[in-house]
Structure formats: C-alpha cells, structure tokens
C-alpha cells in the first residue's frame, strides 16, 4: 500500500519539504547560472571568432586590393613605361648571336648568389646596355616587391617575351608562347591584360606555377606610353605566404585556430594554419561549413568536422576581392573553445551536491523548532474542540507567528464562552419569533386565497409589533386600490364594446369602398394596355407610312434618271438621222459618178469595157447602199417616234409619283400626330392608372387598419374581462346581509353604481 504523504507526520513531513524545496532552489538557480553563463560564453565566443575571421577577411582584402592598386598604379608610371621600353630595347642590343642565352647566363646560370637569392645581383658586370638598365631599375623593383611582400614582379613585351623579373626564375627571359610558360598562368594572365582596357587589373586565381615550383596567384595591368596606348604588360606574382600573413595575423591560438580560403571547387585556396592539417589546393572534406563556403553563404556552425578530424566551431564568410572567388572559413577547436564552460559545470555539479548537505542538517534543525510549538497548539485546540475551556494555552509570550497563533486562541477560547451565553439567550428569542412567523405565514395564506379583509388582530411584542402595523396598513391600501381596478376595468369592458362596433362599421365600408377601387383599377389598366397597343400600331404604321415614302421618292429619283436617259436617247436618233442622210448624198454621188464612168467607159469602146463593168458594180453597190440607208432612216424615224411616246409616259409616271409623294408625306405627318396624340393619352392613361392603384393600395391599408382595430378593440375587452375576473378572486368588504355577494366577482355593474352613488 502506498504510502500517503497525509499519514505523515509533521515532524517529518516538515524537514523532507524544506530539503525537498532548498533542493529545487538550488538546482533551478544553478542550472540557471550555468545556462546564462554557457550561453553568455558561446556568445564570446561565436563573437570573438567572427571578430577573427573579419579581421582576418579585412587584412587579406586590404593586401589584395592594396596590391591590385599598386599594379594598376605602376602600370601607368612613367618609369615603369620607361623601363619597359628601354629593357625592350637593349634586349635587342646585346652584342651576342643568343642575347636569351646571354641574358639568362649572367642572371642565372652564373649568378654568384643562392637560387632564392638570385634578385640580389644588380650588375653582372658584362658592361651591356642590358645590365645599364638592369642597375638602373632593379633596386626600385626590389624595394617594391620587398616592401608589399610579392613574390616576384616582371615586365612582359607586347610580344610575350618576359624582359626583366625582379627573382630571376627559371620564366626570367622566356616567352609565354614557349615550351617553358605556355599554358601557364603567367601567359594567361599576360594574354587577359594585352585584351583588357587600359588600367584595368585582371587576375589569375592560386595555381601550381612550374617555374618557381610553388602555388601562385597572378596580378596584370597594361604598360602605358604617354598616349595612353599598352606598350607592355607588368605582372605581380603573389605567393600563399603573403595569403596566410594576413589571415592568420589576429589569431591567438594558432595550435587550436584554422583559418583559411575556400573557392567554389571546394579546394583550399590557402595553406592550413594549423600544421599537417591541409596545404594549398588541397580538396577539403564535404562538411556543412565547407559546402556554405563553396556556396558563398556566411553563417556560424556550433560542431563540425574539421579536415583533421576533430570537433570544431567556425565561422564562414564570403569575400569581396575582385577578380577572386573566395569563402574565408575559421575553425576553433570545441575543446579549446569552451574550456571555460567544463570547468562552471564542474563548479556547479559541486556547488549543488554541498548544497544539498548543508540543506538537509539546517531544514532538519528548524523543522523540530517548528513542530514543538504546533504539537502544544494541538493540544489546546482538542481541549477547546471539548468544551474544556479553562485549559492554559501555552506560548503566548512568543513574538514570532506561534505566539500570534496562541494568542489568537486564547481569544478564541474567551469568545467560545461568550458565544454558549449567547445561545441561550438566542433560544429564548428564537420562540418568540417563531409565534410571529406562524401568524404571519397564516395572514399571507389568507392574503394568498384572495382574503383582503384578514388583518392580524393580536397585537405582537415591541419588536414586531411595528412589522403588524405595516400589515394591516398595507391590506387596506390594496383593498382601495383593487376598488378602483374594479371600476376601471368595467369602464374599459364598455368602451372596448364602443369602440368594437365602430371599428367593425368602418372595416365593412372600406372593404366595400376597396372592391370598388379595385374594379375600377383593373378597367383603367384594361383600357391603358388598349390604347398603348394602339399608340404601338399607329407608331407602326407611322413607320410603315415613312419607308413607302422614302421608296416612293427614291422611285422619283430612278424615273429623272429614265427621262434623262431618253432625252440622251433622242439626241443620239437625231444625231444618227443626220448621218444616215450624209450616206444617202453619199450613195447618190456615187450613183451618179458611177453612170458617167460608164458613158466614158462606152465611149472608149473595147478599151473600156472592163472599166464599164467596174463602173456598174460601183452603181449596183452605190444603190444598195442608198436602198439600206433608206430602212435605217425609216427604222430611226421609228425609233425616235417610241423614244418620244417613251419619253411622255416617263414624264407622266415622274408627275404620278411627285403627286403620290405629296399625298403620302401628308398621310404620314397625319399619322405622326394621331400617334402622338395616341401616346399622350396613353401616358395620361398610365398615370390616373398608378394613381387609382395608390389608392386602391391606401384603401386596403385603411381596411386592415380597421380589422387590426377591431381586433384590437376585442383583444380589449377581453383582457377587459379577464381583468375583472381576477379582481373577483379578492374578498375587498365583509358581508354584511345574506343577500351580500361571496365575492366581488358577484357585484354587477349596476350594483357598483349605485353604491358608489
């Protein structure tokens, strides 16, 4: 059976919960204290590390942009374009079949320095206009190249021949286009700044560079001539020492601190700081930072692999270097990172378990100190629980809460004695209240039943009596107010009755007055719908009447056209008349010409006989000719004839349809007016029409005005009724005779009357 914590004692009940409670306090502020104090150090350190890495991204941007301006600006000295043009030039005056040979014999081959040392020979001393040069400008170079840390820095022809180099390498006096650069990145950086615009820097990323046997990152810029035209190229080569000075120059713990470049590929694009963990070019492992980085996204990561293989925290930022494409990762080591926060957990894993020992003997001593006065309480409360009321009760000179309580009981005992003295006497009032509550519950009975005239005549002790009077006094009030609801509700029962036959009269001659509306209503629309529909048919035949004249005076129109045309038609007969009586002449003429060609063709004898039968062809033709001339002639006569008959029927149809056109016009401004007038009635119509049904609308509303007051006036004298009914229930007067009503529902009106009279 479990055990429940209220068959506990108190006396250990008590201790368990204030080691219970010190127990919860301790460890709640505790893991408090260590949360806040872990979280305030990841924050430091999420902080300090970012405060790294941007550091670290400022330096390298500085040194990079730095040396991008550094090229740009040498690009454009005129010492740079001097040297350029004058290591050009002698190049070409070296007294010797091989001057790449020669060159690379003194400043390479036969340098008395070491190979990384090579740039410290100024002069071989061979006297050639090369070296002349060389001693010239090569301490400058050098100073340049020393001071911003470059690796190497070359002057480069428009041809592609590298005519100075400040190392002296093994791509000192080669040609990018040659076995020993081509490909490289030297040449391709070479190439970019020979096509770019002028004082642009352009860029080649971190490669495996042959010649120097190192990875290498390349700046370019154009050498100008006073023109501004590229005369050359100037090439700076950086080295990852240069890279990793600047990143790694804010670092604390470089045994515990990576910081380094990443680029979309995923390979490092500087050297690891942390020795033996990755070199430059290296693919780094596919963990979440190093993909953000690949990514280009920045962003903080609490635990992550590093490519050595321990936990780590690191910070990803991407960079804003022109011409470069990098990530900046830093990692710190976890165990490095929060050193600090192992050693709080410990203290705090300390500092609870002393806690909770030193709670255990403190709440144990305060608990007796605490339960030996409440046992002596106990004993005083179950003496008073027995009517013992002349017990001690103990403690009450104590000044904490334990003497209060005594005290209090102490009070309490004095007051329980007080309050057994009180109950007797609350006894004997209590039967004297109880004779007054039976004859009031027998009065409000009676009162209840209807009886107004029950007063309560036994008169009660001073303290109620006040509450008799009131009684007494307010039945008779509402005696005298029921009297005159009685009255009231039969003056309303006969006005009601009134005013019932009146509504009812006025309801049967609106409705009759109604019906008649509503007849006359319905035959004023029956004859508006007539007359509209005879407004819409004299409109149609309006139309009607309109289109018959519009095609009657286009008719007008074709019939001109037709005179016209026979008008033409005659002239054109005349004209044709003309012609056929010119062929007539014409035909006699020849008739004639012909006759004499035969009395001269008879006269020249046999000679003429053949002309004689050409000269009665000729008359045999000439008098066909006047033959068909004379039947055009008749058959134009004819046709002018039918022209002019034509030309009158055409004339007399133009009058018939000019007269038909008038009649029409007057038949149509005839039918536009009676439909206007049509209309206009219509209209005047349809408003008498709206308002007989207005009206009829208001007439009806009258006549439910009336039922609704009739109804009204019923529902009335009902309620009117009803009224006297329940005043009936009341005994008001006491009786007086045999012959007196039980109750008042029994009084009629008359009797009311005349006993009011």
């Given at each position: ?162 005519v100075y180099s400040v190392q002296k390498q093994g791509d000192f006096a080669e040609d990018i286009g040659g076995e020993q650069l081509a490909g490289s990145a030297l040449a391709r950086v070479v190439d970019a700044a020979l096509a770019t615009e002028p004082g642009t820097v352009v860029t080649e990323d971190f490669s495996p560079y042959a010649p120097a046997d190192s990875n290498d990152a390349f700046l370019a810029s154009p050498v100008l001539n006073k023109k501004g035209d590229p005369v050359g190229v100037i090439v700076v080569r950086l080295g990852s ?459 009806q509303q009258n006549t439910a005005m009336a039922e609704e007051a009739s109804a009204s006036s019923q529902l009335l004298q009902s309620e009117a009724k009803t009224l006297t009914r329940v005043t009936g229930r009341f005994q008001i007067d006491p009786s007086m005779t045999a012959d007196a009503p039980a109750t008042w529902a029994d009084v009629t009106p008359q009797d009311t009357v005349r006993h009011s009279g």
């Amino acid at each position: 059976m479990p055990l429940k914590s209220s068959s506990i004692s108190l006396k250990l009940k008590l201790p368990l919960l204030m080691v219970a409670l010190t127990v919860v306090f301790v460890v709640t502020v505790s893991f408090l204290i260590y949360s806040m104090a872990e979280r305030s150090i990841r924050e430091n350190v999420a902080t300090a590390q970012a405060s790294k890495a941007r550091a670290g991204a400022q330096a390298l941007q500085f040194s990079i942009g730095a040396a991008q301006r550094d090229v740009a600006n040498l690009g454009a000295l005129p010492t740079v374009f001097r040297a350029m043009n004058n290591f050009e030039r002698v190049v070409g005056m070296i007294e010797d079949d091989d001057p790449i040979g020669y060159m690379k014999k003194h400043y390479v081959s036969e340098n008395p320095n070491a190979a990384d040392q090579r740039a410290d020979l100024v002069d071989p001393g061979d006297g050639s206009y090369y070296s002349q040069s060389h001693a010239t400008y090569h301490p400058t170079f050098l100073q340049t190249l020393q001071l911003n840390g470059y690796s190497d820095i070359y002057l480069v022809t428009t041809a592609g021949l590298v005519v100075y180099s400040v190392q002296k390498q093994g791509d000192f006096a080669e040609d990018i286009g040659g076995e020993q650069l081509a490909g490289s990145a030297l040449a391709r950086v070479v190439d970019a700044a020979l096509a770019t615009e002028p004082g642009t820097v352009v860029t080649e990323d971190f490669s495996p560079y042959a010649p120097a046997d190192s990875n290498d990152a390349f700046l370019a810029s154009p050498v100008l001539n006073k023109k501004g035209d590229p005369v050359g190229v100037i090439v700076v080569r950086l080295g990852s020492d240069m890279v990793l000075s600047a990143l790694s120059a804010n670092l604390g713990d470089k045994a515990h601190e990576n910081i380094f470049l990443v680029s979309p590929d995923g390979l490092a694009r500087s050297p690891s700081v942390i020795p033996d963990a990755f070199a430059m070019l290296d693919p780094l492992p596919d963990a979440p930072h190093i993909a953000a980085a690949r990514a280009r996204e920045s962003g903080q990561y609490e635990d992550v692999m590093t490519a050595s293989g321990h936990h780590a925290t690191a910070v990803v930022l991407p960079l804003a270097l022109e011409g470069f494409d990098w990530s900046l990762v830093m990692e710190t080591d976890v165990s490095s990172a929060f050193a600090r926060v192992y050693q709080i957990r410990w203290m705090v894993l300390s500092l609870i378990g002393a806690s909770i020992v030193v709670s255990i003997g403190v709440s144990w001593a305060a608990a007796n100190r605490v339960t030996r006065p409440i046992h002596k309480l106990r004993d005083a409360t179950n003496a008073l629980s027995n009517e013992d009321y002349d017990i001690e009760v103990a403690g009450r000179m104590r000044g904490d809460e334990f003497g209060d309580l005594a005290r209090s009981l102490d009070s309490f005992r004095d007051k329980l004695k007080r309050a057994d003295d009180a109950s007797a006497r609350e006894i004997a009032a209590r039967s004297e209240t109880d004779l007054v509550v039976d004859e009031m519950s027998q009065a409000l009975t009676d009162l209840q039943n209807g009886n107004l005239i029950a007063e309560i005549e036994r008169p009660f002790s001073s303290h109620h009596e006040a509450l008799r009077e009131n009684y007494n006094r307010s039945l008779r009030n509402l005696r005298d107010s029921l009297r005159e609801v009685v009255e009231a509700a039969q003056h309303v029962d006969r006005f009601a009755q009134e005013q019932r036959a009146a509504a009812n009269e006025m309801a049967e001659r609106t409705e009759g007055q109604g019906a008649t509306l509503e007849k006359t209503a319905t035959a004023m629309q029956d004859l508006t719908e007539r007359l509209r529909q005879t407004a819409e048919k004299a409109g149609e035949v309006d139309n009607t009447m309109r289109g018959t004249r519009r095609q009657a005076e286009q008719s007008n129109d074709v019939v001109r056209s037709a005179v016209e045309a026979m008008d033409k038609i005659q002239q054109a007969s005349a004209e044709i008349s003309k012609i056929i009586s010119m062929i007539d002449d014409i035909a006699f003429q020849t008739n004639l010409l012909a006759l004499n060609a035969g009395v001269e063709a008879a006269r020249a004898g046999p000679a003429g006989a053949g002309f004689a039968v050409v000269a009665s062809e000729v008359r045999n033709l000439a008098r066909r000719a006047s033959e068909a001339a004379g039947e055009i002639k008749a058959l134009t006569n004819a046709s002018e004839e039918h022209v002019a008959h034509g030309v009158s029927m055409v004339d007399r149809a133009g009058d018939a349809l000019s007269s038909i056109i008038q009649q029409v016009t007057s038949v149509s401004d005839l039918v536009s007016e009676i439909a206007g007038g049509v209309q206009h009635q219509s209209k005047g119509l349809e408003d008498i029409n709206t308002a007989i049904r207005e009206l009829d609308s208001v007439t009806q509303q009258n006549t439910a005005m009336a039922e609704e007051a009739s109804a009204s006036s019923q529902l009335l004298q009902s309620e009117a009724k009803t009224l006297t009914r329940v005043t009936g229930r009341f005994q008001i007067d006491p009786s007086m005779t045999a012959d007196a009503p039980a109750t008042w529902a029994d009084v009629t009106p008359q009797d009311t009357v005349r006993h009011s009279g």
